[in-house]
């Protein structure tokens, strides 16, 4: 299962893999470390800081010597690593915390409730209790969406009639969670980002509201992000982040998404931890975030496995 995964995974980055590796392959085989170059990179949603390092490494320790296909793909996977590397971060979960408040943001179908049921059966199957809270009151299908993830993983769903107050669900969801004992409690939220003012409202509502019975609450604040949108996703985090504490990202839909450079530019730019990736739409398919190996997927470096552990190309 765990092959199914991660050759999804690299199927949704070989398109990535194209944008990035077969132009930039070309450029480097004429040996034209030049704004051609930046300007592939930056096309293949890496982003323009994260490009101008690349290129500026390259030119440091590869310009004027001979290298093959492969050495170019394991330095550029190398390099991206070491940008990825201090973000892969799992999200850990507080035992001591009865529960560890989950809320969940971010814009409309990014993957929001599909992670929180993924979450739920993650931590289910680590013998954890979870408790999930069906934050978004707008619409009825969001609460039948989680209520199904409920039933498969055994977890309880605290839902409101529809339109219902959100803020006073989640203390209630919260007060259920206590009484319970349980690990978790992942809050679902509505993610209509055409009333900026009124989600701002709504999201601080809850935190607010929580924090009266828990001054840590929420203990974690995850944005989720499609990858698909592209470099739209970097606006989304300045969004979210004036509006929340963001401690944390989940990046989705990588599986069909030729825009895995997106994932780099994030970390680049903002250094939050990336918890997990979503590559496709079953329990299973939420992924820990590995470095390397998303790095490697990206530039399409699997050949060589023991190449990428060169030491100091
Ligand atoms: N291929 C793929 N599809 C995904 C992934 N994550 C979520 N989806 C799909 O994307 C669609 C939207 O997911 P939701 O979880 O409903 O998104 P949401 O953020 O809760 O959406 P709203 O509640 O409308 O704001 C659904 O059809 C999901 O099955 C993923 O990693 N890969
Ligand atoms: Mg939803």
């Known amino acids: 299962m765990a092959l199914g995964i991660l050759s999804r995974l690299k199927e949704g980055l070989s398109r990535s893999t194209q944008k990035i590796s077969e132009s930039i392959t070309a450029v480097f085989r004429k040996r034209r470390l030049d704004d051609q170059a930046l300007e592939e990179l930056i096309a293949a949603d890496l982003g323009t800081e994260v490009a101008e390092r690349v290129i500026a490494s390259f030119r440091r320790s590869r310009f004027g ?16 690593t070491e940008i990825l590397a201090p973000v892969a971060q799992p999200l850990v979960l507080n035992p001591a915390l009865k529960p560890h408040v989950v809320l969940v943001v971010g814009v409309n179908g990014t993957g929001k409730t599909t992670t929180i049921g993924k979450l739920a059966q993650h ?3 680590e013998g954890k209790r979870v408790v999930m ?43 259920r969670a206590k009484a319970e004992g349980s690990d978790v409690l992942l809050i679902d939220t509505a993610g209509r980002l055409h009333n900026k003012a009124a ?32 470099q739209n996703a970097i606006q989304q985090v300045k969004v979210f982040k004036d509006m929340v504490e963001v401690t944390g990202l989940v990046v989705t839909k990588l599986d ?5 450079g997106i994932v780099v530019a994030l970390a680049q730019s903002f250094g939050l931890p990336v918890h997990a990736v979503g590559v496709g739409e079953k329990a299973a398919d939420l992924r820990p975030f590995d470095a390397g190996e998303f790095a490697r997927g990206l530039v399409g470096a699997y050949g060589d496995k023991a190449g990428a552990d060169h030491p100091g190309a």
């Not at 010597?65 to 991206?80: H, P, S």
């Not at 009151?137 to 409920?150: C, D, M, N, S, Y």
């Not at 069909?256 to 895995?260: E, P, Q, T």
Request: glycine fraction near 8%.
């Open 65 to 80: 010597k001979e290298v093959t296909e492969e050495e170019i793909k394991q330095a550029l996977a190398e390099e991206i």
């Open 133 to 175: 809270a069906a934050g978004d009151t707008f619409r009825a299908a969001a609460v039948e969406q989680l209520q199904i993830w409920g039933e498969r993983t055994g977890a309880p769903v605290i839902a409101t009639r529809p339109n219902g107050d959100s803020a006073s669900l989640a203390f209630d969801a919260l007060v």
């Open 123 to 125: 931590y289910h199957d």
């Open 199 to 230: 989600l701002m409202d709504e999201l601080r509502k809850i935190i607010r509201v929580m924090k009266r019975q828990d001054p840590g609450a929420p203990h974690s604040v995850l944005l989720v992000l499609d990858a698909t949108t592209g």
């Open 256 to 260: 069909g998404s030729a825009r895995g």
